[in-house]
Every structure is written in C-alpha cells, then in structure tokens.
C-alpha cells in the first residue's frame, strides 16, 4: 500500500508585485511529500525557502498552481476556512518562537484548541498537559514564558503544534536562535517525534541540523535543484561529539 | 455562543495578563471621563449659584436709582439723587407697585458686645421685608410706626449676629452703628453666603433713622425699591415709574431719563450673559479635557495594538480566524472602556465632593456630564481599540508575524 500523500504541489509559483517590479520567487514547484517523512528545505537566503513554506502552512497563497494538504484542495479555499485548515491539520513552529508573553506554558499550547470549531478537543487541559509532557517538560507547565530558556521556549512552542495532533509539523528555522546544543536537543525531538509517525518539513541553513531529517530539499532562486534522501543521517550523540572537535583556524 | 465565551475568556486573560498595560489604558479613560464630569458640573454649579443669588434678591424687583456712569472706575452720578419727592410720586400714584421701599445704603462700622464688624446698613422701610422676601428667625421687623418716628432699631443677619454676638441672643441687645446705639429687634434667617456677596452680612435699620443720623438728606436715597403686582406687570410697573419719574423729574419728549429702572428680568438676562460666558469657557475646558484624554487612550491603544501585531499574528498562523481577532479585541476595548468609565464617572463624582468639602462651593454632578463624559470616553476607547485591531487582523498572517 502506497504511503499516503500529506502534500503535493504541481506546478506552483508564487510571484510578488511591488509596483512594475514582479519578483518571482517560487517558480513550477512540483514536490510530493508523504505521511511520516522527514523533510529538510535548505537554501540561501531569498531563495523561496520561506514563501514555500508560508504557502504549504497556508499562510499564504500561490499565485498559480496546485496544492492538495491532506485530501484538500488548499488553493480553492477562502480565508476562513485556511484558517480552520491551519488549527486542524498543522502545527507551526517559529524561529523566535512566537509564545505569549507572561503566560504559563500550558496556557500558551491550549490556545489552538481555543481557536478549534469541530468540538473535538473537550478536554484541552489534559491535551495540552500530554503535549508537554511529549516534548519533556512536564515539571514545567506552570512556567511563564519569561521564567523558561530559549530551548524550553522552543519546547513549549513545539507541543503548541503538536496538541491538535496536525497531519503536518512545520517548522521555520526552529534552531534559528539557539545555540548549538539546545539546537541539537530540538533536532533530536523532532526525529523522535518523527519516529513516532508525525510528519515534518523544516526550515533550516544549518546543514548539521538538517542532516537529521531523512530527506533533503535545496532551493535556489524559487526553483527546487535537488531533492534526494539523506543517507547518513546525524544522531544527537554523533552531533554532540562532532561539537567536541576543536575547530581549525586557518 | 459557547465559542463567544472561549473568545470572552480569551480576552479576560490578556486584560489580566498585561495588567500594567491595560491599567495605563483605563487611566486614560478615568481621567477623561473625570475631568470631563468636574469641569461640566462646576459650569452647572456656578450657574446655579448665581441663578440662585438673583432670586434670592426678591420677587418681581424693580430697582430705582440715578442715572450713573462707570468712569475712571469709579460710578459717577448723572442726575439729580432720587429722593423723598420720587418715593411720595410713587407711592401714591403707582398701580403697579402695591409695595415701595426707600434704599439708604452705607458701609459703616458695627460694634456689639462681644465683636465688631464693617458692614453694609441698609436704611429701608417696612415694605422692604415684602419686596426681598427676607424671613426672620427671632424676633420681629420694626413696624411703619418705628419708620415714622425713625426709632433707633434694627435687624441683623446671621453673620453680623455670629460676629457681634457670638453663642448669644441678640434680640434687645443695643448695639453701635457708628456709635449711634440702635436695638436689635430681630434676626433674619439665613440667606446662603454667594460667592460675589454675603447676604447674610447685613444691617437693616428704618431709612428715617439712616438719615438722621448716619447718611443725611441732602443725598436722597441711594435707590426706591419696588415690587411689581405680579411678574407679568414688571414690564407695566417699569413702563409706570418711568413715567411718573420723567414728569416728576420734568424730563422733555425726546431727552433721556436721568434715572435708571433694573428689574429682576434685566437683571436675569445680565447674569444670563455672565454664566452663558461661564458656560462658554467652561465648555472649552472641557472639550480640552476630552481631546487631551481622548488622546491619551488613543495613544494607548494605538501602542498596545502596534505591539500586540505579532500576537494577532500567531494567533492567526495557529487557526485563529479574522473574526475571533476582532471578537477578542472588541471585547477586551469594551471592558476597559467600561471599567475605566465606570471608575472615571466615581472618580469625578469623588472630585465634586471633595471640592465641596474644601471650599463650600457645592458642585451638582449633573447627569448629561456623566452621559457626555463617558460616551465621548468610551467611544474613543472602543473605536481605538477596534479599528487597528482590524487592521491587523486583516493583515496577511505572514506580515503581521514579522511586523517589529
């Protein structure tokens, strides 16, 4: 049985008009990403990694193209309902985290259940509790934000997208402002989690961290020039030893 | 409805959360609507005030005197003094004044036993008690008689009574007026201190006696006081004074009077022109107030939304929809609006009692400043609270994420 399709793109592009000037920075992104992948985007800065993953996490929208996101059909539908796509099948992580301010963490992972109007979550508390818990910080869940590190922040922002068990985790240079241990430590929850059975696409320009993923994608002025699996894959131990060698000066 | 009150809850908590900042926002709000209810009301009270010295002056008043001219500051006289001749014309062919009353006013010196007092004595005649309405508290008024003979009596008001008799009867005590003796005969109730004049601070004595003795004759009268029949014949008792007046005077067709009536109602449209100006100025503070403390929540909750974009902005990326924005917003606007109004409206009252308590000078929190004061208030704080809301709840999600 073939693995179930989470995205596919065809022929996608994404053109931004400032006045005369037409910018195209996704051009006929055909890309196919199935249940329980892994998947790195790599790419320079301006190369579309980020307005490619805006339009997967409808947040924005292609200007022509085909986006299916779990069966539906993204690009037919209005502003609403890609706001109900985006609380019931995806779970965003952001660079600078995004949490709100002098509030506890449990409170901040129960807000997409407040947004939530298929009446599925009648116990958000207990959700949103199991999520923490998920990403390992059950003693902390009473925690205000401001009281929690950047790699805890991370954590609390990671089990925000994961309580209302989305078919699609997508994080936007999650390790963007940690240093280099925390970003292991979060590279490794979301192998873990991979492991068990959630999707995820990330965002990263550290080819260490993306070297956890399975499958890596690089980007280079809106258009996909490689795609291919990673074969040796980065474990946390192996990372963790790696940040021990003594770095060469030339 | 049961997602309204998760948006209703959502919005309590982030009132509750940014305490500080919702705190400045209501603070905008209470000082608005406060100031605006304290300077409305104090317009409304000193109105009032003076509204009620007029009236307290009499009913149907008309005054007589001799013409006058303001110059270099000081009132210089024009005609002839009003005099006895004027009052006897009067009182025996007016229609219209049932009650006349001669006007001999000095400011002398009152000594009693226990105090003394500069004050005003007004030499007047029995007729004067009807024409101004005074009451008494003890004792009794000097009769016609006691005007004929001018008997060395009078009657005191309430403040000459605390200064010259402090914790003692006055009635048939002698006291000097100028060190000529007079007796006490009666107390006048109390009239209210104005602001402008102490009605209370006063000395009535038989205008005969006045003259005699105090203020001589070859002045006249300082001025006839006279009611009218009923309000609807001042404008007759005028007209009929002029008259007799301008024949008495010999006054050609043509020349001007050399004497000046005042009625109440003349009086009632100056004063009308002295607090309408009050009014004016007060208005002008008062719509200061409201722009300055419009503009107070205006920039509050124009900062807080401005720094609130980013949140709007998760909000929306994590499946919130425009409408749930706007919802929370709308609500959180509406309550601190509210809660500050309500705050603002006990403030302002506060503020009147306490500006009574301190200066005497009662302030009636009128119920149009309330309505005034807080509608304006709680306009400027929902539509500031709202509208750039809006604005960034429509923004793309992605925009509102970034924005810094």
């Known amino acids: ?42 790419g320079a800065s301006g190369s579309g990694k980020s307005t490619l993953l805006h339009i997967i996490g409808c947040l924005d929208r292609a200007t022509s193209g085909e986006y299916d996101l779990d069966g539906v059909q993204v690009n037919k539908l209005g502003k609403n309902q890609l706001a109900d796509v985006r609380n019931q099948k995806i779970g965003f992580i952001f ?26 979550f009648p116990n958000s508390k ?15 869940i009473y925690h205000k934000t401001n009281e929690l590190s950047g790699g805890q922040q991370q954590r609390v922002a990671i089990a925000r997208a994961l309580v209302n068990n989305p078919a699609l985790i997508l994080a936007d240079e999650p390790t963007g402002n940690l240093d280099s241990k925390a970003s292991i430590d979060i590279a490794d929850l979301f192998v873990q989690l ?26 280079r002025d809106g258009q996909i020039i490689s795609d291919k699996m990673i074969e040796k894959r980065s474990t946390k131990a192996f990372a963790l030893k790696e940040l021990e060698k003594p770095v060469e000066t030339p | ?34 100031a605006v209810i304290m300077t409305i009301s104090a317009g409304e009270g000193a109105t009032l005030e003076v509204e009620n010295q007029i009236s307290g002056l009499g009913t149907n008043l008309l005054m007589i005197q001799t013409k006058s001219e303001h110059k270099a500051g000081i009132n210089v ?60 508290q003890t004792g009794s008024f000097f009769t016609e008689d006691d005007v004929r003979t001018a008997k060395k009596y009078c009657v005191i008001g309430q403040t000459i009574r605390e200064e010259l008799f402090p914790g003692e009867d006055p009635i048939g005590h002698q006291i000097r007026i100028d060190k000529v003796p007079f007796t006490v005969l ?72 050399d004497f000046e009536i005042m009625t109440q109602i003349e009086l009632q449209e100056i004063t009308g022109n002295v607090t309408g100006i009050l009014t004016i100025l007060l208005g002008a503070v008062a719509s200061i107030s409201l722009i300055v403390g419009g503009i107070g929540i205006m920039n509050i909750m124009l900062v807080s939304v401005t720094e609130r974009t980013r949140e709007i ?35 302002g009252i506060l503020g009147n009692q306490i500006i009574y308590k301190v200066t005497g000078f009662f302030i009636p929190t009128v119920g149009y400043s309330i309505l005034i004061g807080f509608g304006f208030s709680a306009l400027v704080g929902v539509a500031f609270g709202y509208f750039p809301a809006r604005k960034a709840a429509k923004l793309n999600p992605i925009d509102a994420l970034r924005y810094e």
């Not at chain 1, 994404?14 to 006045?19: D, L």
């Not at chain 1, 196919?32 to 998947?39: A, R």
């Not at chain 2, 209210?192 to 070859?218: E, K």
């Open chain 2, 186 to 257: 009666g107390l006048l109730t109390e009239e209210g201190s104005g602001g402008m004049q102490d009605m209370d601070d006063i000395i009535l004595a038989p205008y005969t006696t006045i003259q005699n003795r105090l203020y001589g004759h070859q002045n006249g009268y300082t001025m006839i006081m006279a009611s009218a029949l009923s309000e609807d014949h001042i404008a007759d008792a005028e007209m009929e004074a002029s008259e007799l007046l301008r024949e008495s005077h010999k006054i050609m067709d043509g020349d001007e009077d």
């Open chain 1, 126 to 140: 207990e959700l949103a509790q199991k999520a923490l818990e998920q990403v390992g910080l059950a003693d902390r």
């Open chain 2, 313 to 347: 902005g998760t909000r929306l990326a994590i499946g919130a929809r425009e409408s749930d924005i706007l919802t929370q917003f709308l609500i959180e606007a509406i309550v601190l609006s509210l809660v500050g109004g309500i705050l603002g409206i006990v403030f």
């Open chain 1, 95 to 120: 660079q600078s985290y995004n949490l709100l301010a002098r509030t506890t963490a449990l409170e901040n992972v129960e807000l997409p259940l407040i947004y939530d109007r298929t009446g599925q």
């Open chain 1, 194 to 219: 991979n492991n068990e059975g959630k999707t995820i696409v990330m965002i990263t320009h550290e080819p260490e961290i993306a070297q956890f993923a399975k499958r890596m994608i690089y980007l």
């Open chain 2, 1 to 34: 409805m049961k997602r309204f009150l998760k948006i209703f809850k959502v919005a309590f908590i982030s009132i509750y959360k940014n305490r500080t900042r919702s705190l400045l926002t209501m603070l905008g709000i209470i000082i608005g609507v406060g």
């Open chain 1, 1 to 42: 049985m073939p693995a179930k399709k989470v995205i596919e793109t065809k022929k996608l592009n994404r053109i931004f008009k400032n006045g005369e000037i037409e910018v195209h920075a996704l051009t006929d992104i055909d890309m196919i990403i199935e249940e329980g992948e892994f998947v790195a985007i790599m």
């Open chain 2, 77 to 136: 006289r024009m005609g002839r003094p009003i005099n006895e001749k004027d009052f006897d014309i009067l009182k025996k062919n007016s229609v219209w004044m049932p009650q006349l009353s001669p006007l001999v006013a000095i400011g002398a010196q009152a000594i009693g036993p226990s105090g003394y007092k500069s004050t005003m004595v007004y030499g007047v005649s029995y007729d004067y008690f009807y024409i101004t309405s005074r009451a008494l």
